[in-house]
């Protein structure tokens, strides 16, 4: 987390058009996002754009309240976990930092090798993405229908709504009260508040 924080203060933020957030964890997305909101695109004419992948949209709930997996652990639930949390992250960035024009992106099943680490590599691996393939885009698809959204025109005015597969724009899950995107927000802030990062300002 210092790392990351380390790394926010060296990005050249206020020159950026937009954040996007691919690879990572939610606490670090939590750390830069929190570090970047008031530089974030401040020499740019547009609105600062910021955008988080990771599932969000998709209706799951979780549990915030074993966020980290501390009392017990299951790889799908966990995974629900997750997908939730970014899905709290972006809505409640959109309230937080309104200035910024926040989106989530929801990718679905896309043809790669993330899930090599659940798979394997061997025969069942290449069987899974080869339907996978078949029935869903490649990532090269997906980036073609994505990317114009990224910069459309009418996003402008816009925040705290997602993008799915074909990136046509959808509605916050239902399951996602403010009162469940608060407790993921929290939960976030309870974790953080246990690791060394120096000079950390709640928010």
């Given at each position: ?19 996007i957030?691919t ?9 830069i ?34 966020l ?16 939730a ?21 929801n ?7 993330i ?7 061997g ?8 339907v996978?393939g078949?029935c ?9 229908r ?14 705290g ?22 407790k ?9 508040a ?5 000079d950390?300002?709640?928010?």
């Amino acid at each position: 987390m210092e790392s990351m924080k380390a790394a926010a203060a060296e990005l050249p933020a206020e020159d950026l058009d937009m954040l996007i957030f691919t690879n990572g964890i939610l606490l670090q997305r939590r750390v830069i996002l929190r570090e970047l909101s008031e530089r974030l695109g401040t020499n740019r004419p547009r609105r600062p754009r910021v955008f988080v992948m990771g599932g969000p949209g998709a209706g799951e709930k979780g549990n915030p309240a074993d966020l980290n997996a501390e009392n017990s652990y299951s790889r799908f639930p966990q995974h629900g976990k997750t997908v939730a949390a970014n899905e709290a992250l972006v809505l409640d960035a959109a309230a937080r930092f309104p200035r910024l024009a926040v989106f989530g992106l929801n990718p679905g099943l896309i043809k790669t090798d993330i899930r090599s680490s659940i798979t394997g590599t061997g025969c069942f691996f290449r069987f899974t993405e080869g339907v996978v393939g078949y029935c869903f885009p490649s990532a090269e698809v997906y980036a073609e229908r994505l990317v114009p959204v990224l910069f459309a025109p009418a996003l402008e005015k816009e925040s705290g709504f997602h993008f799915n597969q074909k990136a046509d724009a959808i509605k916050p899950s239902k399951v996602m009260t403010t009162q469940l995107t608060a407790k993921y927000i929290e939960a976030t802030e309870v974790l953080l508040a246990r690791l060394p990062i120096k000079d950390g300002e709640k928010s």
